[in-house]
């Protein structure tokens, strides 16, 4: 089956590439545009850059020590999109692979010398990844080969030490592929680097062994901490080894800590990481807006984690969690034409960036950037939305769930199904039938979405369920629903049809007062959507805004004349986007010589309107300032 993640038990089992089709639709648009156009970007940079050439043996090396990882990721890509340049760069990769299994460019012939930061067998990881994607979408062949010869030098290598690496992830990729191919020495041996992990194995660092989760065994921790990425790829790989093994023990732990995590060390957005210096998840609580990191391969890996729990458990709000990412984070990174990206994703940025054409010598910045001296979130993003359809929709013995709203086709079985929806723009989404087949069909309901009505029958005269009990119906009726899983069980025929419709009113949002840099503010949100104010030029300045939340915010139809025309190939057009109006107090106080005084500062200044864009859009008019949380004016 064509999946990134297939483990061999839990509560629900993904539907793979093959049974999930995506439309056109908001990720359907966003699947074709990375095919088409990001994954060729990022093989022109790294072949520009020289990261590819390295593989040729070209002297001197490029690029940082791990860029042998951008390759395998950008080939992990490709696995999933049947791109058809991957045979060449696979062979350009094989070529470079030592006798024994031994392949990297940067470390060959000083081998293993430094584990905290030498990142050996991290790119070892995402090389296998990309073999796991090539043998489940393709089958054997030359960099399965090299997968599995790469794999075998690991295990004999790395067995019977105490040793691992510095960046986690070549734990999940050992176990995914033994889950492709049973080989249980691949299993073992990531089980194995998860039980070395905080005895310690690593040495210490100015950031402290935490920054590797080297501080604690895995058992031991309460929350996701250090160096957001590499937690979350651990905390991956975690739960792999958990399920595969049976250690309910193991997995209760990683749920503990996603849970502290979740509540207390998490953005709006789904974001995670609030320090810049050693890219972090920060303290309880500590979630500064402009200083929020929020890497794109943290949202990335925050996805990948939360996919895994939801497999394992079936709860509902590990799907709730990795949509708010998908929607804020991931749909964020990437420019409406594919071509640039976000590395950082604050939650406020002060002053416009300065353009940029060339390579970014810097993580943070307030406009995408087409290449980074670090470019480990394009071609993150690449993976990622190549194997999309695969986090979409999973099966039980009971029927098909449906956790994240697309329009496309999906099949399990005898039972296909045509999900057609406007979704995050509108809250409607109709699952008709197309091919009969007993069981339960069931529709993720958000946590936000109080008040959502379902619907299922035969389709009616206006194309929606008929609920009105006419004699052709077999099963029919109406429904409020609560968050969780609408279910709906019968036996289905051709042209029934489910309706799920989601109240999309926008809503202000206010945070825990324990996040300090958040006290008296408010955020606005519509359906999965997070949304911010976006100022070009800053014109308004949105230091001087405050938000009258005793008026409600009104959604309107996005003005063409806001934003450019966007090429259906690169997203939803304008036309379909919606932007809120929020009653705003614009203007900065009476007296600015000095910003502290005996009472609360009250804002003085006109009434105006102000209108808010999708937080994913932001950025793609030119340099802007931004904002997400507006101070309260009342």
């Known amino acids: 089956m064509a999946n990134p993640v297939l483990p061999s038990s839990g509560v629900l089992s993904p539907l793979g590439l093959d049974a999930v089709r995506p439309a056109p639709g908001f990720w359907g648009d966003r699947i074709a545009l990375n095919r088409d ?14 990261w590819i050439a390295n593989f040729r ?63 050996e067998l991290y790119c070892y990881g995402h090389l296998i990844q990309a073999g796991v994607a090539r043998l489940r979408m393709h089958g054997e062949d030359r960099l399965t080969e090299v997968v599995r010869r790469a794999a075998d030098h690991i295990c004999r290598r790395f067995m019977d030490t105490s040793e691992t690496c510095g960046h986690p992830v070549v734990e999940m990729a050992l176990v995914e592929l033994y889950r492709a191919t049973g080989t249980e020495r691949y299993l073992e041996m990531a089980r194995r680097f998860v039980e070395r992990r905080g005895l310690p ?3 210490e660092i100015p950031f402290g062994r935490a920054y590797f989760q080297d501080d604690l065994p895995v058992r031991r921790a309460q929350s996701l901490r250090g160096h957001a990425v590499r937690a979350l790829y651990l905390a991956s790989g975690v739960v792999d080894v958990a399920v595969e093994t049976g250690d309910e023990e193991l997995l209760k732990a990683v749920e503990a800590q996603w849970e502290r995590a979740v509540a207390r060390r998490t953005h709006l957005t789904g974001g995670m990481g609030s320090r810049h210096t050693d890219e972090s998840f920060g303290e309880d609580y500590e979630l500064p807006p402009d200083r929020a990191y929020s890497e794109t391969c943290a949202g990335i890996a925050s996805i990948m984690l939360a996919h895994r729990l939801l497999l394992a458990t079936g709860d509902a709000r590990y799907a709730d ?18 071509r640039s990206f976000f590395y950082a994703n604050p939650l406020r940025v002060r002053v416009p960036a300065v353009p940029l054409n060339g390579v970014n010598h810097a993580a943070e910045g307030g406009l995408r950037s087409p290449w980074f001296d670090v470019s480990c979130c394009p071609n993150n993003i690449a993976r990622t939305l190549a194997s999309l359809p695969a986090y ?14 697309t329009p496309g086709e999906i099949t399990h079985g005898p039972l ?29 309901v958000p946590a936000w979405a109080k008040g959502a009505t379902l619907a299922y029958g035969p389709a009616g005269p206006d194309g929606g369920a008929d609920t009105g009990g006419s004699n052709i119906s077999h099963m029919s ?29 926008p809503r202000w949002t206010f945070p825990d007062r324990r996040v300090d840099a958040l006290r008296g503010s408010v955020a606005v949100e519509r359906g999965p959507l997070v949304y911010c104010a ?27 004349a806001a934003g450019p025309t966007v090429d259906p190939a690169a997203g939803p057009t304008v036309d379909s986007v919606v932007e809120i109006e929020v009653a705003v107090v614009l203007g900065a106080p009476a007296t600015d010589d000095w910003p502290y005084g005996p009472v609360p500062d009250a804002p003085e200044g006109a009434d105006t309107v102000l209108r808010l864009v999708p937080y994913h859009r932001w950025g793609n008019r030119g340099p802007a300032t931004m904002r997400v949380w507006l101070p309260v004016a009342d």
């Open 37 to 50: 156009v990001t994954i060729a970007h990022c093989q022109e940079w790294e072949e520009r850059e020289g």
């Open 57 to 119: 043996g070209r002297l001197p090396r490029k690029g940082r020590e791990f860029s042998d990882s951008e390759i395998y990721k950008l080939l992990e890509a490709m696995a999933w999109a049947d791109h058809p340049a991957l045979p060449e760069l696979a062979e350009t990769v094989a070529r470079a692979q030592e006798g024994d299994g031994y392949l990297n460019t940067r470390w060959t012939g000083n081998r293993y010398i430094d584990f905290e930061w030498g990142h």
């Open 201 to 203: 194995a690593l040495a």
């Open 321 to 338: 969690v990795a949509e708010r990412t998908l929607y804020n984070v991931l749909a964020t990174a990437v420019a409406l034409d594919g």
């Open 392 to 405: 979409m929709a999973t099966s039980d013995a009971g029927g098909v769930q449906i956790h994240h709203f």
């Open 416 to 444: 296909a199904l045509r999900v057609e929806t406007g979704y995050p723009w509108s809250g409607g989404v109709r699952v008709r039938v197309l091919s009969g087949g007993s069981g339960q069909i069931s529709l993720r």
């Open 477 to 505: 009726g109406s429904r409020e629903v609560e968050p969780g899983y609408a279910v709906v069980a019968g036996d289905w025929r051709p042209g029934d049809e489910i309706r799920l419709d989601l109240p999309m009113a």
């Open 534 to 560: 976006e100022s070009v030029a800053d014109e308004p300045p949105l230091a001087d805004v405050a938000a009258r939340i005793s008026s409600a915010p009104i959604d309107r139809p996005a003005d063409p």
